[in-house]
């Protein structure tokens, strides 16, 4: 039984990993809480699906461009400085955010700028916080770190949209806003007291561009992460409906902010669930195999959240998700970790970084665009569908993913 529920190590032995998990908690509860904020504050101005999957599109290429320059100054400067500087300037932009919602009369477009600069920040934190665990934790223990990770990340996920739905009703857009800038400021000061991460890169002397442009050279050659990285894309972009939460809780349902909170915290509460017995994850011997199994069985709970018109089993299905997503996303980022060099470690996190968050926003703008053309339910169900789908392409395009095997080197490496 010991194999089967998560491994504390990590955080009980390594002060490092200890000091940003801690802080790292403190700072997703305050993100869930912006999340939520921007979306509803959208909506709510516009009464429009399509505009609040704009406003998640908008931020695309902010967050994108962070990211891939987060990961060219990652591997070149120290990684645990990088990360503070920007954690505080983060907490300047929710403030942003908070004055802008305090006015009478705020601006939308005011809004969805200091949101793209916030994704765009966090865009650029994202992959130096990552390539920072292999350093602190070592090797053998990354699946007990990636799993305390999921487990930190979805709990963040359940209590900032939770409080996020409970403060709308009773308080002020612009709190939430305020509270997710204290986040960030607790956040910073726990990496002051990390050891700083030693700079491993060869090209110091390369052009910010070239560096960029050589991390994407080694992608282009590891078929491996190639597959990692567009199984979750396809995750994300067909089936994660997050941008039709509003119209469901307010339409669908004829519910309130309250219910708008429960359905963004649903899948953590699933991911919560199933990051306590990650235990298990580390002795899968077809991790890839597995991987396109817990897709699909995202994609199949979607579908049936965009059929039944039920408070208590969209909430399930969305729990479900959840769940699967903890084992393809623990599973995904040890094969990737464990297949690439320490050169381009901080880069190749910045692309997965791109994806994972860049592929929410897109599914947001589709998700939106369907719905606005069909309906709601119609959006949902054909982005679940098309997901299970996009799994069994994949096998037929990088067939490694899914014949990977425990300990295996990408081949074309």
Known sequence: MAKLFLDLGPVRDNRNFRLLYIGQFFSLVGSNLTLVAVPYQVYLDTHSSLWVGLASLIQLPFLICGALAGGAY?????????????TLVMALTSTGLALNASRHQHSLWLLLTLAALWAGVGGFSGPLRSAAIPYY?????????????????????????????????????????????ITFVILAIATLFMTPIAVTTNDSATGLFRSIANGFGYIRHHRLAQAIYVVDLNANFFGLPRALFPAVALGLYHAGPQVLGLLYSAPGVGAVLMALVTGWLQHVKRPGRLIAFAVMGWGFAMALFGLVHTVWFGLLCLAIAGAMDVISTVLRNVLLQGAITDEFRTRVSAIQMAVVTGGPRLGDAESGIVASLFTTEISIVSGGLACIAGVFALSKWRPELWRQTKGQKDPAV
């Open 74 to 86: 990652g591997d070149r400067f120290d990684k645990r400085a990088l990360f503070g500087y920007s």
């Open 137 to 181: 934790v070592g090797q053998d223990k990354l699946p007990a770190a990636y799993g305390l990770m999921q487990l930190s990340i979805n709990i963040g996920t359940i209590a900032g949209p939770a409080l996020a739905g409970f403060l709308l009703s009773v308080s002020s857009v612009a709190n939430l806003y305020y509270l997710d800038a």
